[in-house]
């Protein structure tokens, strides 16, 4: 049996949708070793850790604008699914680093 093209789960197998969330979860594991190796005390300069979060955070943001071009007027609910959960995603690595105060 065939998946329709447009459904969530065939959506979310392509590279516009994963990407940004496997950027998220390594941004969050870059902060996650960044606190297991040098704690939370903050740093006089911004280290590789800052600059590499900043750059997993940012690069997201045109695979994302691609994603949204193309999918939401192509299939709008399941494209909010995954743009819903590469808002949490993100949202998740920016936790620690808010929380924190990084």
């Known amino acids: 049996m065939e998946q329709n093209p ?3 789960p065939s959506i979310c197998k392509r590279p516009s949708a994963y990407l940004p969330v496997a950027m998220s979860l ?6 996650i070793g960044h606190i297991a190796l040098f704690g939370t005390a903050r740093q006089p300069d911004e280290g590789r850790a800052a600059h590499l979060w900043q750059l997993l955070m940012a690069g997201q943001i045109p695979v994302l604008a691609f994603f949204a ?10 494209a909010c699914g995954v743009l819903l959960l590469q808002l949490m995603a993100a949202l998740s690595s920016m ?3 808010y929380f924190l105060h990084l």
């Open 6 to 8: 447009r459904s969530f």
């Open 26 to 31: 390594v941004a969050l594991a870059v902060v």
């Open 69 to 78: 071009f193309k999918w939401l007027p192509r299939a709008p609910r399941p």
């Open 95 to 97: 936790a620690p680093v």
